[in-house]
């Protein structure tokens, strides 16, 4: 078993598509899929949207497959919804590709050019999800490493939104030397206090921390 991430510029056919019908928006990413229906073709999940500049989610005019179902932060450009994405008739067949014995991770990230993914799973069905990602597009970036399972007995511990925190604050850098981004710019960007970012930070890392140093894991 091992986790594989890629990235893939997206053909003419795929990058047109999105910028004539979704062209709202610089960055998607996925954060969770709470529903998938492949026999109707549409999926259910939350995204942190960051819009084109000079959008505002009023003024959109969304394409007929993407809607956005209700909204739980915004903080200028950017915003966290519940969105239901349904795959255009003509893109349906695509589905099969995702029918395979991996574990999709998120978040997914989107822009209009490009699409980066990661999923685990054993080395046949990996290479299904490269021969996938050739597809769609030109391969950019391919890594391979071993699957480790330790942290998915910590993540169960936090509630959502300690998560969601620590999430963003492990992939906007705020834990590498030097920090990327500071407690003020990460609370700024999710939409909450500084005061109230540190105090969900503070919860998951002491969870993390105490069941780590139990010998739970």
Known sequence: ???????VTLN?????????TAGFYEKIEVLEILREDTA???????ARILLTEGQSLDKVRF?????????????GREHICLVKVSMPPQFRSLLHWTDVDVVWERPLHFTQES???SCTGPEPALEKVVQFARFIGTVTSVAYVA???RGYRILPQLTERERFVLMAAIGDG???YPRRISATELAEKLGYSKSTLIEY?????????TTTCSGEL
């Not at 109707?40 to 939350?46: A, D, E, V």
């Open 115 to 117: 699409i980066t993914f």
């Open 174 to 176: 705020y834990y590498e």
């Open 12 to 20: 003419a056919v795929f990058a047109g598509f999105i910028r004539v």
């Open 147 to 149: 699957a480790d399972y």
């Open 40 to 46: 109707k073709g549409y999926s259910l999940g939350i």
């Open 201 to 209: 930070l503070r919860k998951a890392e002491n969870k993390v921390i």
């Open 1 to 7: 078993m091992r986790k594989l991430t890629v990235s």
């Open 63 to 75: 394409p007929s497959h993407f809607r956005i179902l209700d909204t739980f932060e915004s903080g």
